[in-house]
């Protein structure tokens, strides 16, 4: 008899269905795709966004849900807005920040305060006014820094090449104290490459698959630096979304930190071959490294998500392929709300 | 032959005098005692020390030096002044921070403002407007948390267990990356119990065997936690000063972190009796641990200062004991400005 796993005992709208659910970063990607998911489970969902710039807020991201949720343009670093919007909740999805690598660098400053200072800003707020909530926190990979060896898993060296990866690092490890110390429930899932519908278009700095994609549906060249043998592992947001659902619904991933993965390696090159593929246009060219890129560069990456797997029965669903066709034909219907004429470059 | 150490062919004298040195937290407990010894070496000096309250700053501290040091009264997270204030330089100390275990769990934002905030503002201000500069950083044992083997080397697991530690972890995490992406010239010393004269005695947040010596010079009750049986590692404070002078002195310490050490442990309990007997008052009583800081006990602590002395020369001269009468024998004759009637509570 096959052993029964976490998914197939565990209903998402038995948890989540009449509960009150915070989302912060709500209107970026994966906040934006999770409110989507959640209202559908019948939840009562507020997003608080402070549409920093450049970092993937975007109003069309909740096009088709705008009646059925609360939102709050307002920043997380405001201490008493926060205490107030964490008052009452059952559960927290704490997506503020996943900024860029690159932008790390150019403003070390800003990803400091978003991705370290505002979710001690939330931890705290959760401590002194709603200590049983429970706390997703987005952490990365970038928290690994160079992989020293594959597939990667949670014990694996935490060693950040990046200020990115170690305000991240930093972040996640206020959380586990805050567990530790404060009995608060919170999780952290240490995110892989993440595509999908709703990812920001503008520009290339969360990420290249997006990038890839928008320059493949454009008919343009997908710049593959050096051979592109390096491996990623990819993830599609719905099985992120539903990893995040799981993270939060039970007690035994209090306190702990585990690997997302695809499942699967895929090298850069064979990435843009197949975003080539599923959009019937674009071409590769192969350029040199970008030193700046160059010295942030953390080799190949693979996760091994048999922990969070064994713990929550989640498995990454949706086929590398698969998400690509659903994020092309996403794109394909609303492009101009990304990029492009018509699109707003505010957002 | 014996093979000579760094300290035998390093002068400071050499290396200091005459150059530019930036103290940060220059009228605290360490950065005051290093002020004292570069301006014998002849540096040109200048302080810099935000004066927050609770953190050690006293204008005490360089009574003796006042009208040979620069003195400036600002805040590093003052972008402009910093950048003002690191050109040209070519030693930069930056010892802003230090605040205590348990304060920066009651206030985590200003910890993470203090010790990972500010560098960063500093490191900042360094790539932009003085490249060449060294910097110090002062690391804590609290990086490494609870410890699992004895005595600590450089490559014990880094789990710190309460903020401080999270966020000195992040800012030297960030120093050595400076270093990779940048070139900068950083060093972390890996700092333990150190103490001595101009530390601040108003409060016991800032380690215990100050405030025991303030008890004792009271003939009060020295409250030892359980048995007092946990290993602690002192460094008295002008080995503290000689280790951060050599750390900063040649390139082989460049983008590297290294731990210091008293090269011994002493009891708890045996540290507050040779306090007793270096006052020759005051009386041990031992009493339950208070749970707050059962928390974030991290257990015994040793350190391996094997690695900075084989790099640098450095070892401890001052014995524990002649540490404890030469700091007993300052604030015999400084009392009232750190404590007592007479001592500005301001202050």
Redesign the interface.
């Known amino acids: 008899m096959r052993r029964k796993t976490r998914r197939e005992t565990i209903d998402p709208a038995e948890v989540y269905g009449g509960r009150s659910v915070l989302i912060t970063g709500g209107l970026g990607f994966i906040g934006s795709s999770l409110a989507h998911r959640l209202v559908e489970l019948g939840a009562v969902v507020d997003l608080v966004d402070a549409m920093v710039p450049n970092c993937g807020g975007n109003p069309f991201n909740i096009d088709r849900i705008r009646d059925r949720v609360g939102v709050h343009i307002a920043d997380i670093d405001d201490r008493e807005m926060t205490e107030t919007m964490v008052r009452g909740r059952d559960f927290i999805f704490d997506l503020v920040g996943h900024v860029s690598h690159i932008d790390s660098?150019t403003d070390?400053?800003l990803d400091?305060?978003i991705n370290?200072?505002c979710p001690?800003?939330l931890?705290?707020a959760c401590r002194k006014h709603n200590p049983s909530a429970a706390v997703l926190f987005a952490g990365t990979r970038g928290q690994y820094g160079r992989t020293v060896k594959l597939p990667v898993t949670e014990s694996h060296p935490l060693r950040?090449?990046?200020?990115n990866g170690?305000?991240k690092?930093?972040s996640e490890?206020?959380h586990l104290?805050y567990h530790?110390?404060y009995g608060l429930r919170v999780c952290s899932l240490r995110l892989t490459n993440t595509f999908g519908p709703r990812h920001i278009m503008k520009h290339s700095r969360q990420g290249f698959l997006n990038w890839f994609i928008r320059l493949a549906m454009d008919d343009e060249t997908l710049p593959v630096y050096g051979e592109g043998s390096q491996l990623r592992d990819f993830n599609y947001v719905d099985d992120v979304v539903e990893a995040m659902l799981l993270a939060l619904a039970g007690e035994e991933t209090s306190g702990r930190a585990f690997n997302l993965g695809g499942g699967r390696a895929v090298s850069l090159l064979d990435s843009a071959r197949a975003v080539v593929a599923a959009c019937g246009s674009g071409r590769i060219q192969h350029v040199p490294y970008p030193p700046e890129k160059q010295?942030?560069e953390v080799g190949d990456y693979w996760a091994d998500h048999g922990l969070f797997t064994s713990v929550t029965g989640w498995q990454p669903v949706v086929p590398f392929e698969e998400g690509l066709r659903r994020t092309v034909a996403f794109y394909r219907d609303h492009r101009e709300h990304y990029w492009g004429p018509g699109h707003d470059p505010a957002v």
Do not use: K, S, T, Y
């Open positions: 660098l070390p400053q400091l305060r370290c200072r001690l800003v931890l705290e950040p090449i990046d200020v170690v305000n690092l930093a490890m206020h104290l530790r110390l010295a942030i």
